[in-house]
């Protein structure tokens, strides 16, 4: 009998190529991007209950942290009515929805690849506009999107099979997978469109309906997603689409009775806050709420006196201030082996120097801004508090310009557990820490209430062995810079406070979204 895979003539998952931005073709495209999406700035996007446009009198906006007087969009803003509305319509169109065969949910999720891969210039642009992230930052998002979808398509194929049994003599027995329900998925800004579709495309292709609220700072990408669903072929009743204040809309959301799980990915607080709202029963109730959280990182790379050090000041450059450290796998410590530790900071200081920082989308700006007024203020106060633990050696103040934008920030002789290195910053700066030997290191490296993400530049073997032993992260990276995980390649999700590890792009992830019937029947 032919597989699901056969049947739909799927090729092996690889993972969609980054766009070569040298190729004067690619940078021209990319531009055009920039001036089309740039004309439709200040449009109105409605939201999407029950399969029908809803707007409300109250608007919120999106702007661009890079230029914060520009409108990317005007959104509605809901009330906990219009949230409870949503679930029950999610919840109404459930049993329609599950009952679609996996082949042809699957067959909607690669046709919302192929559009996204059509319209990647377009997407790319949005995000640099939106959420400040520099061409190939975004291009990495718009990639990864892609990636999801084909992903986790061809795993609904093959979770869609009979499930192989110990075989039971007169016993004609199975197992299958079978949906949840209603899935509340509360997306992050960081990764606007990657994290956000990836959760939502698990979703949807499992047979469970949705009910998305976006987060308040990229609300503009999030409702091209959806029309790029719609347009795939995915009934509009299957995804509700809501915006409005994470208090009412988002607690509402999570608390409904009928609301069957919650995807989350964003901060610890708000993390911990969704996993105890989802732990108590609301009146009706009748299942244990499933959370699908990933937090928060305070993630480290450690440089071993054995390490190639110029390969650790790149990887830590890159790790520490790709995307203004605005990434849960961001490198905000550096723990380093004190027989190299003033060469090592002497590169990095140097390395760290060429970084230019303004708009994101100025191909020649590596640092874009941060996402808002909030979150400079933040970081610039966590500076201020690391100039006392430790000692400022590059950065620490807003760079030029109208946006929110912070230079590069290195602060040295950070002691192992000042707040600096505990707490998660979320913007560019990185804490060095000064390590006697590699055993203290990886001690320092584990003293975070986190575990996300962490790497080790080592040349001895067995140092390397005891980090794959002794490193408690969910992503361990040797000899390598901590960000980037590739869909497939590097499953990703973290231990401790940094959520339920719930391993993204890998083969247990549609599992979280699923449940497990087992079928036996007597036979003769």
């Not at 690889?14 to 495209?29: L, M």
């Not at 795939?232 to 689409?241: M, Q």
């Not at 610890?268 to 959370?291: F, N």
């Not at 959280?293 to 054995?306: C, N, R, T, Y």
Request: with cysteine.
């Amino acid at each position: 009998m032919a597989t699901a895979e056969q049947k739909l003539h799927i090729s092996e998952f690889t993972n969609e190529p980054f766009i070569d931005f040298s190729k004067p073709e690619n940078r021209k495209r990319m531009e055009d991007a920039l001036k089309k999406v740039k004309s439709e700035f200040g449009r109105e996007y409605p939201m999407w209950l029950g399969g029908q446009k809803v707007t409300t009198p109250e608007k919120r906006n999106s702007t661009n942290p890079s230029r914060p007087s520009e409108v990317i969009g005007v959104f509605q803003n809901a009330t906990a009515d219009m949230a409870r509305q949503a679930i029950e319509a999610a919840h109404k169109y459930f049993d329609t929805w599950k009952k679609v065969p996996a082949q042809d949910r699957v067959k909607y999720i690669f046709r919302a690849a192929q559009i996204v891969r059509e319209r990647k210039f377009e997407l790319n642009a949005l995000v640099c506009y939106e959420v400040g992230k520099t061409w190939v930052e975004a291009d990495a998002d718009i990639a990864e999107t892609i990636d999801f979808c084909e992903f986790y398509g061809r795993e609904m194929l093959r979770l869609a099979e009979p499930q192989k049994l110990t075989p039971m003599r007169g016993e004609r027995n199975y197992l299958t997978y079978i949906p949840l329900g209603v899935g509340v998925v509360v997306p992050p800004w960081n990764f606007p469109c990657a994290i956000m579709a990836g959760l939502v495309a698990a979703s949807l292709v499992t047979g469970n309906t949705v009910v998305l609220k976006p987060a308040s700072d990229s609300p503009t990408i999030a409702a091209k997603f959806i029309d790029i669903l719609f347009e795939a072929g995915i009934p509009k009743e299957a995804v509700n689409f809501i915006t409005g204040p994470g208090g009412a809309v988002g607690d509402t959301l999570v608390t409904h009775p009928k609301t069957r799980y919650v995807g989350f990915t964003g901060s610890k607080e708000v993390g911990l806050r969704i996993s105890e709202l989802a732990a108590k029963p609301s009146p009706g109730q009748i299942w244990i709420k499933r959370t699908v959280l990933e937090m928060g990182g305070k993630d480290a790379i450690v440089v071993d006196e054995e390490a190639d050090i110029d390969a650790a000041v790149e990887g830590t450059a890159q790790a520490a201030f790709g995307y203004q450290g605005q990434k849960c796998s961001a490198c905000s410590r550096v723990i380093v082996s004190e027989k190299v530790y003033d060469a090592f900071l002497q590169k990095l200081v140097d390395r760290t120097k060429k970084i230019t920082v303004g708009p994101s989308d100025d191909p020649n700006n590596y640092m874009g801004p941060v996402i808002n007024q909030p979150a400079m203020k933040s970081i610039l106060d966590y500076i201020e508090v690391g100039k006392k633990e430790g000692r400022l050696l590059t950065g620490g103040k807003r760079a030029a310009g109208d946006g929110y934008f912070i230079e590069p920030t290195i602060i040295a002789d950070v002691p192992p557990k000042a707040r600096l290195a505990q707490e998660e910053v979320f913007g560019p700066v990185l804490a060095v820490i000064k390590a006697k030997n590699y055993d203290e290191a990886l001690e320092i490296a584990n003293n975070t209430e986190f575990g996300l993400t962490g790497a080790v530049y080592s040349k001895n073997p067995e140092k390397i062995r005891k980090a794959e032993e002794m490193f408690h992260v969910g992503n361990l990276y040797l000899n390598r810079k901590c960000t980037g995980a590739m869909v497939g390649a590097h499953p990703f999700g973290g231990f401790n406070m940094s959520g339920t590890d719930s391993k993204t792009g890998g083969k247990d992830y549609l599992l979280l979204f699923l449940q497990a019937k087992s079928v036996a029947e007597k036979v003769n």
